[in-house]
């Protein structure tokens, strides 16, 4: 019989310390009150990394985002908070009409206002706010509606992006889950190919081009191992038949000792995160499952493991300080 676990947070797979996620929005709300935003920005793309549909932080995150000019996650966000609801949902759709405004987006403020007002859904006390946004939108339309279209850049260049730490590169790139990735595919498609970055980032890099239906075939290489793959055709990490068997056969294994079976679930999800789109190769799911469980006894005995390749590269990934609780 299957364990029924209680909800963790967990950060990249690592459970974090209670109070992290808390303070983090805290902090986030707090800069905005303050019109630290960028500040503000920094906690709050750390705080979506535990908890992405937290509607509680979002608003105030779209704000931050909109305060320092980054118009288009802004908008991402903002579309985030109406997807998910919300009880003050005429203001989302204020700032989210907004922010649509800053990015000469006219046609598509002009079809939701005028879609908004035909329903009558805009209470009596905004209409004036909507009223001024539609006003605006076909001045602004009118001014400037006629230009070539204006091309949405990358939010950044590939020599920016390996300028930041590693750690700044992994939030940079889960703030960008969900939202349009077609000015960034060129740039996301260089990170995946770099193997001098960490190989969370490139993990990042490939399930963001999966989410874009990149088709370009991309070489990856991580611990010494190498493949051609085309990120629209991978399965996400986690999600394949073998790492479920593998965890399926240690929860058997492991049936009576939850401690250890905890310990070694959560060693074989960072496998598959860190290592992917790598697996363990030809190595059959019971000569995997009984490896991690070796590997787990060693580490509460301090015996030495068996040498040999799949205990070394399980041991290699494990060690991988990207994946560390903080």
């Excluded at 704000?63 to 000019?69: M, P, Q, V």
């Excluded at 939010?155 to 700044?168: C, G, H, I, N, R």
């Amino acid at each position: 019989m299957h364990r029924k676990h209680g909800r963790l947070r967990k950060k990249e797979n690592i459970i974090v310390f209670p109070g992290t996620f808390e303070k983090l929005v805290y902090n986030g709300t707090t800069f905005v009150e303050a019109e630290n935003y960028d500040a503000a920005v920094e906690a709050f793309d750390q705080a979506i990394l535990y908890e992405p549909e937290y509607p509680e932080f979002l608003v105030p995150y779209a704000i931050a985002l909109y305060e320092t000019k980054d118009f288009v996650r802004a908008k991402e966000i903002a579309a985030r908070i109406l997807h998910i609801g919300t009880a003050n949902y005429i203001e989302a759709m204020e700032l989210y009409l907004t922010i649509s405004i800053q990015l000469q987006e006219y046609e598509e403020v002009e079809i939701t206002i005028d879609a908004l007002l035909d329903e009558g859904i805009i209470p009596e006390e905004m209409l004036s706010k909507f009223n001024y946004l539609r006003d605006l939108n076909n001045r602004l339309a009118k001014r400037y509606g006629n230009d070539v279209d204006v091309l949405i850049e990358a939010p950044f260049t590939m020599k920016e992006f390996t300028a930041m730490d590693s750690l700044k590169q992994q939030h940079t790139l889960a703030s960008l889950e969900g939202s349009n990735l077609n000015a960034l595919i060129p740039v996301l498609e260089e990170v995946a190919k770099d193997s001098t970055l960490s190989p969370l980032v490139i993990t990042f890099a490939l399930t963001l081009l999966h989410q874009a239906g990149c088709t370009t075939e991309i070489a990856i290489e991580k611990f010494g191992l190498k493949a051609v793959i085309i990120p629209a055709e991978i399965t996400l990490p986690g999600q394949d038949d073998k790492t479920k068997e593998v965890l399926s056969e240690v929860d058997r294994l492991l049936l009576k000792d939850p401690s250890r079976y905890e310990m070694a679930s959560g060693i074989i999800e960072k496998f598959a995160i860190t290592a992917f789109p790598f697996s363990w190769g030809s190595y059959d799911v019971k000569q995997i499952a009984s490896t991690y469980i070796e590997y787990i006894e060693s580490l509460f005995s301090g015996d030495p493991l068996p040498n040999n390749p799949l205990t070394s590269l399980i041991k290699r990934i494990d060690m991988d300080s990207d994946l560390k609780m903080e």
